[in-house]
């Protein structure tokens, strides 16, 4: 039986919200230090990465300045426990130049679905 993909763009959006929460206001500085912060974080990438691939791929054809194939890698690197492959800096980018567009194309995806039901 396969599951609404819908499903996991709500779990995708809570990830991204959650990590969001456990960075607050913390500079790359300061989030690199808490580390348990720092692992609910790297937990939440995981987790979210392996969510998207569920998601249709005519959604991925649609939303191709997205880096899924990335995210894909990343995901990965994060559950093969590559630890010595993940870089703070890279880190840091996809939370804060990542995050925010896959989460408007979450939304826009949630939003479209929403009106049709």
Avoid: C
């Avoid at 790297?42 to 939303?63: C, F, G, H």
Wanted: net charge negative; proline share 3%; charged share 25%.
């Amino acid at each position: 039986m396969t599951r609404n993909p819908l499903i996991y763009v709500d779990y995708i959006i809570s990830a991204m919200e959650d990590i969001n929460r456990y960075i607050g206001d913390s500079d790359a500085a300061t989030f690199f230090d808490e580390s348990m912060a720092y692992d609910a974080v790297i937990r939440k990438l995981e987790v979210m990465t392996d969510a998207t691939k569920n998601l249709p791929q005519s959604w991925k054809d649609r939303y191709q300045h997205i880096n899924w194939k990335g995210m894909t890698a990343f995901r990965n690197i994060l559950a093969h426990g590559y630890v010595d492959a993940i870089e703070d800096e890279v880190v840091w980018s996809i939370i804060k130049d990542h995050i925010p567009p896959l989460k408007l194309v979450m939304l826009e995806i949630l939003e479209e679905h929403n009106k049709r039901a």
